[in-house]
């Protein structure tokens, strides 16, 4: 009673998780999955940062269930469940002192509308709308610097072209309001990043908000971007359409640009909801 004799665990190591898509309807398997949410038996152990190991007092036959884990809108603050990502189940035979190893699978949900897909292969992509009215600062197709494919698109800015704004095709379905929308992308970029979403209501009217911003980076890397409460919104608002914005801008301090040029790259850009 005293000195109650400690039970030993078995011991999971939980891989990073793989993701398959079909290229032609759901494009490219880049992915950022950083976590796992566990289950074991129905019980909710934790959100584990993958790749990990971790101990389990259950043994015997168990049921292993585990969710795909981001960092919402690339804030590692913020950590949770993909809503489009289907969750791994699988079965292992647990014994007190050994490890079982879990390789996890993942894929998108059946019941998604892609409302963009565009990994700027071609010329004529989804973000040729010259918001800024520049038509020496835009968004075009490169092969300067891909992550996967041919060409990526890239933003080049300097002194006298310092900001560039790309709009998105017109997308005039909306999801029920409060279902998950989110914008996926891989980017690699010298300065800030903004995603916005341009409004356009029955007049032809438009209202441009951003709130979404990613930090420079050296590497290519992936984002996952919450949009829902910006599109929730616009159906409140009975907005007829919106588009995407992607805008990048050399900063200043004091009067003078920080830098004198600055590159800016992406990727595998989707924007995804629920099938109503």
Known sequence: VINPEEEIPAYIYLDKFMLTTDISTEGSNSESITDGWVYVNGEFLGAYTLPTTFPVLQTGNVEIII????????????????????????????????????????????????????????????FLFDIDENGNAELLTSTDNVFEGSNSGQMSLNEENWLVEAGSNLITDFPLGGTPVYLELNYRNDVDIRIGINGVDAFGAEAIEY????????????????????????????????????????????????LPTAEVFFDNVKLIRFEE
Do not use: M
């Open 67 to 126: 969710d795909p884990g981001i960092k919402d809108n690339a804030i590692t603050a913020t950590p949770d469940i993909y809503p489009f990502y289907n969750r791994y189940t699988t079965t292992v035979n647990l014994v007190a002192g050994e490890t079982v190893n879990i390789q996890p699978t993942t894929s998108y949900q059946d019941n998604l509308v892609f409302e963009i897909i565009e990994g700027f292969e071609n010329f004529s992509h989804s």
């Open 211 to 258: 709130r979404q911003g990613l930090r420079p980076k050296e590497e290519w890397s992936k984002a996952y971007l919450n949009l829902t409460e910006q599109v929730k919104d616009l159906v409140t608002a009975n907005a007829t359409g919106y588009q995407i914005i992607l805008r990048a801008a050399i900063p200043s301090e004091n009067g003078r640009f920080t």
